[in-house]
């Protein structure tokens, strides 16, 4: 059994994962700023809130990838930052 903050971690770490994969529609370099969605785990809603961001060099994006409780808006639960580069 999960405890809160490991599914708000696995939230993030599989967000991120996406996003650096680049297996699908989610290459950050065709993605808007910002983005925000809705995940479902263990019957809880957990909003993540998806930054990406332009760095100096032009191949290479700035990510953070951030996690909301439902029940807490207004608190960051779990952010994860990481970089991705251009194909």
Known sequence: VRSRRQ???CI???VMNEL?????DDDPFLQP????????MANRRFQVLVRVE???DAD???LEVSVR????LDQELAVLYGYVGRN
């Not at 700023?33 to 479902?40: A, D, G, P």
């Open 33 to 40: 700023t910002r983005k925000q969605t809705e995940i479902l």
């Open 7 to 9: 599914r708000q971690m």
């Open 60 to 62: 290479l994006k700035r």
């Open 20 to 24: 650096t994969s680049r297996g699908g």
């Open 12 to 14: 993030r770490d599989s």
């Open 69 to 72: 409780d439902d029940a807490a």
């Open 54 to 56: 332009a760095t100096s």
